[in-house]
């Protein structure tokens, strides 16, 4: 008798499970056709992926890597260096992009580990309950009232200030949102009929986690992995402008500003290049997560331009 009520869950699940495919195939169609009609976020992701192309292929085919010091100091922009020089003689535009490229190394860095630490939090926290989830979300609550600037600027100076050591300080202090919004979203799911189908089966609460409910959240997971890259951008850049981010023989485009922000009078090049892209880079990103967050709307009826 139990094999059979087991075997009658396990089809009412598998049916169950099989018809929310079907839907979530059709609804990916739709999200898709919505995000294409955004016109900023279809911009903004070609700007976005010409400046990543940019940084990463660009640099080898200039006459000066971002290390060399060979030129005069203070050159103005023209003839073999098109951004001018620094202080130190080095190229402006190759600086600029070494720049760029470790300052997109630490925001994808720090968006992608965070995610994934704030979603695995909140979808046990929302599915478990009880006094689980009240341990997490106060661990929440402690780190949200942290002032984060100040404790990240701490670590970094204590430990080093090397780019991967920037980016999981940052990481550090940018999850806690993530998990408020999946712990919300776990506890709608949790509730669902194919999740009550699958916990009768017998699933097991890693199973359901992560083949049901965080499958469940990628819109939502999307949107703020999306907005985390834009928010880590900006936090390493104000660290690094303090001079307590990234340092020497690394670069980022905040050490860059902090290198030339006294000479925004007399060569504004050194200083806006970097404090242009550092604005593209997040107003794009910014963009793409407002495209996307209309995309996933289910109320959304039109595309915003």
Same mark, same amino acid.
């Given at each position: 008798m139990a094999n059979v009520t087991q075997s009658?869950?396990?089809g009412t699940a598998a049916a169950v499970r099989s018809e929310f495919d079907a839907?979530?195939?059709s609804q990916s169609s739709i999200i898709f056709g919505?995000?294409? *009609?955004?016109?900023?976020? @279809?911009?903004?992701? #070609?700007?976005?992926?010409?400046?990543?192309?940019?940084? $990463?292929?660009?640099?080898?085919?200039?006459?000066?890597?971002?290390?060399?010091?060979?030129? #005069? #100091? $203070?050159?103005?922009? %023209? %003839? %073999?260096?098109?951004?001018?020089?620094d202080q130190l003689g080095r190229d402006t535009l190759a600086q600029l992009l070494r720049g760029t490229q470790f300052s997109l190394a630490i925001a994808f860095t720090v968006a992608i580990s965070s995610t994934v630490?704030?979603?695995v939090i909140g979808a046990v926290a929302g599915y478990l309950k009880g006094f689980l989830d009240n341990a997490l979300m106060r661990l929440v609550d402690l780190f949200l009232i942290v002032p984060q600037i100040a404790l990240a600027a701490i670590l970094v100076h204590a430990w080093s200030s090397t780019w991967w050591v920037v980016s +999981?300080?940052?990481?550090?202090?940018?999850? @806690?949102? +993530?998990?408020r919004i999946t712990r919300g979203e776990a506890l709608s799911l949790s509730? *669902?009929? $194919? +999740?009550?189908?699958?916990?009768?089966?017998?699933?097991g609460t890693w199973h359901i986690v992560f083949k049901h409910l965080i499958p469940n959240m990628v819109g939502t997971i999307t949107v703020n992995a999306t907005l985390s890259v834009s928010t880590a951008v900006l936090t390493e850049a104000a660290l690094s402008f303090i001079g307590l981010g990234v340092q020497l023989p690394d670069t980022s485009l905040g050490l860059i500003v902090n290198d030339n922000y006294t000479q925004v009078l007399l060569r504004p090049w050194l200083f806006w290049g970097p404090f242009l892209a550092i604005v593209l880079i997040s107003m794009t990103i910014s963009f793409i997560g407002d495209g996307l967050r209309d995309a996933f709307d289910p109320r959304q009826t039109k595309v915003r331009a």
């Open positions: 009658t869950a396990v839907k979530a195939r919505r995000f294409v *009609r955004h016109r900023a976020a @279809m911009i903004s992701l #070609g700007l976005l992926l010409l400046l990543v192309l940019a940084a $990463f292929l660009v640099p080898p085919l200039l006459p000066y890597n971002y290390q060399d010091t060979s030129s #005069g #100091g $203070f050159l103005k922009p %023209g %003839g %073999g260096h098109l951004l001018g020089t630490v704030g979603v +999981i300080v940052l990481a550090l202090f940018n999850w @806690m949102s +993530i998990a509730a *669902r009929e $194919f +999740i009550e189908a699958s916990r009768a089966a017998g699933a």
